[in-house]
């Protein structure tokens, strides 16, 4: 099966204080951790070069709620998709925001040091090595999610490396 991107809203100002929370209608299959701006029509829209500066960029943070409980993978989250034409959760992205995505949900090879940034026509957050744009986060460490081992030939279990992210600017922060 695909994996699919994983995030944790560790300490974000939505996950603590209840707002800058949008609720964007995915018309296309998304993956929690990819970004984009609410339109007009409340519709989840990649950032191109025209937008990136002018939008409020949120985060997908949608629970991986599978009503499908007939098997335990099935409530895994990073088996999770969200599909096309369904309502998420999106965060508004605020300066010191601390969150982790796992590397389905980056665009490039992350490591600590590097930075992320908004790019065009992309529905993830690009690494960088500088800080430069309307939107940097810098990408300050790692940490495992989950446990597996091995068995007679088999894994059991699920681990995912989870890369701790802080969002250092975002030129547009709020829009009431």
């Known amino acids: ?97 601390t969150f982790a995505l796992s590397a389905e949900a980056i665009d490039g090879t992350p490591a600590v040091g590097k930075y992320l940034v908004l790019a065009n026509d992309s529905d993830k957050l690009k690494v960088s090595d500088t800080a430069e744009g309307a939107f940097v986060a810098e990408i300050y460490g790692t940490h495992n999610r989950g446990v597996s081992f091995a068995a007679k030939n088999v894994v059991l279990g699920a681990s995912d490396v989870m890369y701790d992210i802080r969002v250092l600017a975002n030129v547009v922060s709020y829009v009431a």
């Open 1 to 97: 099966m695909a994996k699919y991107g994983v995030i944790e809203t560790t300490n974000m100002v939505a996950t603590h204080a209840g707002a800058h929370i949008v609720d964007v209608l995915c018309t296309k299959e998304t993956q929690n951790g990819f970004v984009g701006y609410a339109n007009a029509n409340g519709e989840l829209t990649t950032f191109t070069t025209a937008t990136i500066g002018k939008q409020v960029p949120v985060i997908i943070s949608n629970p991986a709620w599978n009503y499908d409980e007939s098997r335990v993978v099935n409530q895994r989250a990073d088996r999770y998709v969200i599909e096309a034409n369904t309502m998420a959760r999106g965060y508004q992205m605020m300066p010191l925001d």
